[in-house]
Structures are given as structure tokens and as C-alpha cells.
């Protein structure tokens, strides 16, 4: 059988195209299910999803500052994920995104059936049966496929989310100060109306036990927001209500509303108008206005080599206040160094007083990583942090005008780990300097097959800290597995505490820590989360118990 030239050169740019396309990264929305003890935690994406070890997750936590980590663990459902930096904390349920080649999806075998049935090669083309005429390529077509994904009146509006409860009952210095009961929700209406649009809310009521030992109760507003477009068929975008910029979440939650486009390559342009509500319990807004703008460049519709660059203007109260730009770039290829940063550049005017520079570097982050498959890999992190001079009040103590003068704090770390079989060999070097003093810490370890429980994994590992006002050595003892009532992980810590400017006798302190977290399923979509955590010092003993309930619908 012979074929026509024209239909022989579509036939090639189709292959060519598809092929490039192939390696365009798939970003997959996920969530933080629960926390390990030792920094590590648990998104709700796994196997089936296809994540795999070593897929870059980004987590956008409220206070706008992405946080970058990697999977370390994958089960069906879940995956265990460890921060680049290992100060970096989030709570349960903060959202984020792992990267995703699209080559993995298209080489996937059809997710219908039984997944391990091969599947049958295509029939020939006289046996196939003869496809309707509006679905024949035509002239001015896409290349790729000419049937058509159904349009947002064609399918059903669908629903996700979860529901949760959580409470903590802490113990420390002859307190109960921190502990808290908390309820909420969280969920997405996909197609509401049939527009193709989404509807986010997340809420939730808070009770604590405040510091000032009396109790407070508080209903919080996260997200309430309708987005519409945005993608490659519908590229106007635009969003209102309140919720986390989606190209630009440095600059915080927004009160307002926002536009953007996309263009054919992949590079996007919007702007925004609104309030920033405070981040405290409260989340009072209308005080703090502010106006945005940003660009992002991408190479092409893969994003993996990306630029981008914001600026944000804000009044306090009707006071000008903040003059920031934000810019970032990222690196993202399917092997090799991966390398991604951002950083934020406050302008400084007459009204000014405190900062007699034109411009400063308040916060700058750094991410280098190279992974080598099955054999190892390393990754190199630094962040730069000082205080910027504005009327809004972001931290809940007063900075008084030295402090913000002069303080800055500058840290590195390295983390780098091999493979020998199924054991993992580890270490991680941080160094840090203020304005003041300079400290650091090393970790040494070993991570390897457990004796007890499924999927069992076992961690020894020894430490050294050196920090301002006291210096630490230890070592750390880790098991986790998954056993019929669910996973079960528990650590012991042993160090030895030395504590600066103290009385001899009590300048020398061994300090024990026992913590414990078991992850079970009760069916019906609920899961539990148990979790203990005690220290000892001297006759000192800090504890809390916690319960997180969560239903996923």
C-alpha cells in the first residue's frame, strides 16, 4: 500500500510534534494528608497518579512563599515528600503541585480493566471502521487528533475536597498554652454551571488556648474564589474573591480580583486589584490596598526553562507603603541539574526613614539538585532573609528600628545521599550567619530496610548543632511501616544539650524525645491520624497529643 506525499508529511510533523510535546510537564494539584516526626510529610497523590521517587513538589503555604521538596517514598494513594530546606514547616492540608513529564502519562497503560491485560495493537486500516466526516482532518486543523475534548456544557459539574477536625493538647512550661480544636472544609466545584470554571473554599472555626492563658475562638476565611480560563483553549483568566495569585503567590492572599492571559507559547501576563487580609487568626482585611502586575516567560508550552517578574504597590490605611518586585526563574529538565530561585527587591524612597539605600534584597532563595537514578544524587540550597521597612504589620512583635536596620540572616545547605542496594547512605551540612553570630549543624546517617512492618524503613543517624545561645549532639533512632491497623512511624532522640550564659550547674542537659504517628484508614474516605510527641530534660517534660479526622470526598 502506497501513500499520498501530502499525507505522508502530515503523518511525519504529527510524529514530530507529538514527540516534542511529550516532554511538556504536567502540573498535578495535591495536598498535605499528614506530618512525619522527623520533618518529612504525606501528600494525597501516589502510584496511581503516577508519581514517582524524585518528582519536585512545590507547596504554596498561605504567607505566599513557595517551598520546594522531593518524593521520597511512593505508595498508591500517597507519597512521602522531604523539604530542600529542612527548617521549612506547613500544616496539614496546604496545597501544592507535583511536576510531571507527560511522556509518563501517554507511555500509562489505559486505566480501565485489569491494569496488568496488555494492550492490543492497533488494528490495521482496512479493518478499521470508517470514522464521521466531522471528525476527518481537515485543512487549518490541529495536527494532533482531530476528535475534539468535550466543552464545559457537554460534561458534569464534579466536586472534591475533604472535610477534617482536628485538635492538639499541649503541655509545656507548667502550660497548657498552643493547644487548639479546629473544624473545617476545603473543596473545589469543577464546571460550575457549565462555564468550565472552578469554585474554591476553604474555612474553617478555631479554638485556642492562647499565650496570655485565655482561650479565643475564631472563624477563618482562607479561600472563597471563582476562576474561569487560564488554559490553552480558554486563555483570558481571570479570578475574584479571596484566594492565592496563582502566577505570582509571593505577593500574598488577595481580597480583589484578577487577569491574565496565555499566550500560544506559554507565556502569561496578568495583573491584580485588591486588599491583603492579615495573616493572624483574625484574617481582618481592608486595611492594606494594593495593585499588581506580572510577566512570565516561558522557552516554550514544555516551561521548562522560565522566567518571570512581578511588581506590587501598597498602601496602608491610605498611606503609601511597599514598592516590591518579585523575580523568579526555573530550570526544569527531564535529567540532568535542575536549578530554580526567586527573589524579592524592595524600592526605597524619601518617605522612607529607616533604609537609606534606593533598593534591598529582603529575601532571596536558591535551588540547585541533580539526581542520578537508582545511584544518588545531591542538592545544594540557599536563602537570604532581611526585614523590609513597611507600615504593614506582617510579624506579631514589634521590630524595633535597629533590629530592622541591621538584621539579616544569610543560610546554605547541603544535602547529598547514594544508594547501595535498598539502603540509602545521607548527609546534610548547614551553615548560617546573622548579623550578630554564625552556627551550623551536620547529619550523618543511614536509612534501610526495616525488620518490622510492610514497606519498613529504619533510619540511624547522628547530629551536630551549633546555634547562638546553646550547642547540641545527638543521635536519632527511626522505624516506620505499614501494619494491618495502618502506618505506624515512631523516633527517639538521645543528645546532649550545652546551653550558653547559664549557671554551671545548669548549663549541661540530656535531652530525650520520644514521638510517635500512626495513619489509619476507617473506610467511607475518613482517615485518622494519631500523633505523640514528649521530651525530657533534666525534670522537665514537655508533651502533645494530637487527632486529625479527615474525610476526603
Not at 499525507?7 to 514527540?19: D, G, I, P, R, Y
Not at 481571570?238 to 505570582?248: E, H, I, P, S, T
Not at 540547585?368 to 537570604?384: A, M, P, T
Not at 528600628?401 to 539502603?423: K, M, N, Y
Request: with cysteine.
Amino acid at each position: 500500500m502506497t501513500m499520498h506525499p501530502r499525507t505522508l508529511a502530515v503523518a511525519l510533523l504529527c510524529s514530530a510534534v507529538a514527540s516534542a510535546q511529550q516532554d511538556v510537564f504536567e502540573q498535578l494539584s495535591l495536598r498535605v494528608s499528614s506530618l512525619r516526626p522527623d520533618g518529612k510529610f504525606v501528600v494525597d497523590r501516589g502510584s496511581r497518579d503516577l508519581v514517582q521517587v524524585g518528582d519536585r513538589v512545590v507547596l504554596t503555604p498561605r504567607n505566599g512563599q513557595s517551598l520546594n521538596a522531593r518524593v521520597v517514598e511512593v505508595d498508591e494513594r500517597t507519597s512521602l515528600v522531604e523539604f530542600v530546606n529542612p527548617n521549612d514547616t506547613v500544616p496539614i492540608g496546604t496545597r501544592g503541585q507535583v511536576a510531571l513529564p507527560r511522556s509518563r502519562r501517554a507511555a500509562a497503560p489505559a486505566p480501565a480493566g485489569d491494569p496488568t491485560r496488555l494492550v492490543p495493537p492497533p488494528l490495521p486500516p482496512e479493518k478499521r471502521q470508517p470514522e464521521a466526516k466531522t471528525d476527518e482532518w481537515q485543512p487549518g486543523q490541529p495536527l494532533l487528533g482531530v476528535t475534539r475534548p468535550p466543552r464545559p456544557e457537554e460534561r458534569p459539574s464534579t466536586m472534591n475536597g475533604r472535610m477534617y477536625a482536628s485538635t492538639s493538647l499541649v503541655r509545656t512550661l507548667d502550660t497548657w498554652n498552643h493547644s487548639y480544636l479546629t473544624l473545617g472544609t476545603d473543596f473545589d466545584i469543577d464546571n460550575l454551571g457549565g462555564r468550565g470554571g472552578i469554585l474554591h473554599f476553604h474555612g474553617d472555626f478555631n479554638w485556642s488556648r492562647e499565650t496570655s492563658e485565655q482561650t479565643g475562638q475564631d472563624l477563618r476565611l482562607y479561600e472563597l474564589s471563582y476562576e474561569e480560563g487560564g488554559t490553552r483553549h480558554r486563555p483570558l483568566f481571570w479570578q475574584v474573591g479571596r484566594f492565592l495569585l496563582r502566577d505570582m503567590p509571593e505577593f500574598g492572599i488577595l481580597d480583589g480580583v484578577a487577569v491574565g492571559k496565555r499566550t500560544e507559547g506559554g507565556d502569561r501576563v496578568g495583573a491584580s486589584l485588591g486588599y491583603l487580609p492579615e495573616l493572624d487568626e483574625d484574617m481582618e482585611s481592608f486595611a492594606d490596598l494594593q495593585v499588581s502586575a506580572w510577566y512570565w516567560w516561558n522557552q516554550d508550552v514544555a516551561e521548562r526553562l522560565s522566567f518571570g517578574l512581578g511588581y506590587q504597590k501598597t498602601w496602608h490605611r491610605f498611606e503609601v507603603d511597599r514598592d516590591l518586585l518579585v523575580g523568579k526563574f526555573r530550570y526544569l529538565p527531564l535529567s540532568g541539574w535542575l536549578l530554580q530561585g526567586t527573589v524579592f527587591v524592595d524600592l526605597y524612597t524619601g518617605r522612607d526613614t529607616q533604609k537609606d539605600q534606593s533598593f534591598e534584597i529582603t529575601r532571596g532563595n536558591a535551588f540547585l539538585s541533580r539526581r542520578w537514578d537508582k545511584e544518588g544524587g545531591v542538592e545544594l540550597f540557599y536563602d537570604h532573609e532581611e526585614y523590609p521597612e513597611i507600615r504593614r504589620r506582617e510579624l506579631p512583635q514589634q521590630i524595633q528600628p535597629q533590629t530592622l536596620i541591621d538584621a539579616r540572616q544569610d543560610r546554605v545547605s547541603l544535602h547529598a545521599f547514594v544508594f547501595r542496594g535498598e539502603t540509602r547512605w545521607f548527609t546534610r551540612l548547614t551553615g548560617w550567619h546573622d548579623e550578630e553570630d554564625s552556627g551550623g549543624s551536620l547529619e550523618l546517617g543511614v536509612e534501610f530496610p526495616g525488620l518490622a512492618g510492610k514497606n519498613a524503613r529504619t533510619t540511624l543517624a547522628g547530629y551536630q548543632m551549633n546555634g547562638s545561645f546553646s550547642s547540641l549532639f545527638g543521635g536519632r533512632l527511626q522505624h516506620g511501616g505499614t501494619f494491618g491497623f495502618g502506618r505506624l512511624d515512631v523516633l527517639y532522640e538521645l543528645a546532649f544539650v550545652h546551653q550558653e550564659s547559664f549557671p554551671d550547674e545548669r548549663d549541661d542537659l540530656l535531652q530525650h524525645r520520644l514521638a510517635g504517628l500512626l495513619t489509619t484508614d476507617l473506610g467511607a474516605g475518613w482517615n485518622a491520624i494519631f500523633t505523640g510527641d514528649a521530651t525530657i530534660w533534666d525534670e522537665e517534660l514537655s508533651f502533645g497529643l494530637s487527632l486529625y479526622l479527615q474525610k476526603n470526598f
